[in-house]
T-cell receptor, first 117, second 117 residues
Framework: DTAVSQTPKYLVTQMGNDKSIKCEQNLGHDTMYWYKQDSKKFLKIMFSYNNKELIINETVPNRFSPKSPDKAHLNLHINSLELGDSAVYFC????????????????FGSGTQLSVL | AQTVTQSQPEMSVQEAETVTLSCTYD???????LFWYKQPPSRQMILVIRQEAYKQQNATENRFSVNFQKAAKSFSLKISDSQLGDTAMYFCAFSPNYGGSQGNLIFGKGTKLSVKP
């Protein structure tokens, strides 16, 4: 069984559209994250939620809105898509939030490749 | 600001040989964690090895080992007896010691490693 699963794996859409990427983890973890990997392979954190509460919010346009209906899910909704949003988006999870425990492991999903035309 | 630099965009090695990937970082923190992640063509991010900055002993995981030089802020990855399955992008990453959680990871830009038969 996949520990962290995100859908879809590939998403091709037109500029200006609104799209969502879903993420689910079956590990019983408290914390989930969204990372963005750009065309140069640079991976950067976007958001983190702990027990459905936002704890990390890096400088990300307001068009990106994470939603956590429960601690096993963290979806990413993107409004008014732009060409620069094309990237691979990774969901991840960990048992605890940053600062709560040592010896943590981060589990990544397999990524969603978003292409904005 | 904390940064991670991988100066080798691409490297290649013959199967069964040894290869070393370089990573340097910049931080004013005294306690932190360092990681190497592997990203094969499947896009899955896989933790290869981690090092706690307060530990002087270099971490090892089977064929993977690190050379951690805290004063020089250097954290290289050595892969021994390279295998075809080691072909992947390798990312060096840094995490401030917020209890050791990997959540707020700062990644380098990656090194593409090709293992040749």
């Amino acid at each position: 069984d996949t520990a962290v699963s995100q859908t879809p794996k590939y998403l091709v859409t037109q500029m200006g559209n609104d799209k969502s990427i879903k993420c689910e983890q079956n590990l019983g973890h408290d914390t989930m994250y969204w990372y963005k990997q750009d065309s140069k392979k640079f991976l950067k954190i976007m958001f983190s939620y702990n027990n459905k509460e936002l704890i990390i919010n890096e400088t990300v346009p307001n068009r990106f809105s994470p939603k956590s209906p429960d601690k096993a899910h963290l979806n990413l909704h993107i409004n008014s898509l732009e060409l620069g949003d094309s990237a691979v988006y990774f969901c991840a999870s960990s048992q605890h939030a940053p600062g709560q425990a040592t010896n943590e492991k981060l589990f990544f999903g397999s990524g969603t490749q978003l292409s904005v035309l | 600001a904390q940064t991670v630099t991988q100066s080798q965009p691409e490297m290649s090695v013959q199967e069964a040989e040894t290869v070393t990937l370089s990573c340097t970082y910049d931080t004013s923190e005294n306690n932190y964690y360092l990681f190497w992640y592997k990203q094969p063509p499947s896009r899955q991010m896989i933790l290869v090895i981690r090092q706690e900055a307060y530990k002087q002993q270099n971490a090892t995981e089977n064929r993977f080992s690190v050379n951690f030089q805290k004063a020089a802020k250097s954290f290289s990855l050595k892969i021994s007896d390279s295998q075809l399955g080691d072909t992947a992008m390798y990312f060096c990453a840094f995490s401030p010691n917020y209890g050791g959680s990997q959540g707020n990871l700062i990644f380098g830009k990656g090194t593409k490693l090709s293992v040749k038969p």
